[in-house]
């Protein structure tokens, strides 16, 4: 890597770092009881450091009350973490799709994955299954996102080939259907006012009472899907020049599909399983990214993680506190954030297109 490319990435890090180590501080600190954040460090402390040594060098928690260790670590931190986990899973996946498909303007729902992935938490909703526990709603949303991904490419594959453009109109119309059903769904159960809005809500997207249990169901498969990402990086970057060059370069062009599409679907359905349904973020993040950085995808994968985990944090910070006490569903807040930077990518390919 060039020595501009390497101050770039620097800067870029120098920056990212420590904004996102304030957001999540000021997430924590922020709400109905607000927190110092030498209270939130010292509760962090207490709850990992053995009790010994914090005595040895003469760490006072005796004013730390049971109820500020409640909402800091029970409360909170998790939810923040959920937050960060998810947005560096989503856009970890924008950036493999969009280096997939070569297109800036594709996200991980164009292969019908994320709303594969909102029906199985439907259906854990209208059964009844999700109010026994909450193992079901995620769980049954990652079974959908893999059958969502299983059925595209049944669909899209003759010969053992898979075009891009037939697994991109396979998505397209399994997302299609996929999120009629899941419309009927809601429409049958609108009897039954409590399952019908927790149905909308949790489509809306939402990190409310999120707890440790959503945070150890997610974070295992996004660090598996990011690391596998990492590991078909050069891939990635010889099928952004075409496929026939890639197969020319030694690339299992089918095989390397395959396992990046299957990372995506993995990546999509850990992340919608306990956040709901949360657009943009795999478009905007990586899109950015790309510009700060340059199209290589061993800096453009974690740089993606990182800054979907700040994008994610700070939106679902201000769902908590634009209008409180009501929160807005998360979904809203990265929609308004996406929607004008979207339609600022289609008015720049337009132009692009047109000269």
Sequence with gaps: MIPGGRLRIGLFYGVLVPALMVAALIAVGIGSTPLSWQTILRVCAIKMLPQQWLAAIGFDFSDISATDQLVVWIIRIPRVLVAAVVGAGLGTAG???QGLFRNPLAE???MGIGPG???????????GWG????????MLAMAGAMAALILVYAMSTRGGVTPMSTLLLAGVATGSFVSAFTSLLLTLNVANWQVAQEVLFWMMGGLDSRTWTHFWLCAPFVGVGLCSGLYSARDLDLLMQGEETAASLGVDVESAKRGLAVTVAILTGASVAVAGMVGFVGLLVPHAVRLLLGPSHRVVLPASAMGGALFLIV??????????????RLGVITALCGGPFFLLLLLRHYREASL
Excluded at 117 to 127: I, N, P, Q, R, S
Excluded at 315 to 328: G, Q, Y
């Design 95 to 97: 950036a493999i799709m």
């Design 131 to 138: 109010a026994k526990s909450v193992l079901p709603v995620p």
């Design 117 to 127: 992935a909102a029906l199985g938490g439907v259906l854990a909703f209208v059964t």
């Design 315 to 328: 939106c679902d910070l201000a769902a908590r506190t634009i209008h409180p006490p009501v929160e807005i």
């Design 108 to 110: 991980p729902g164009l």
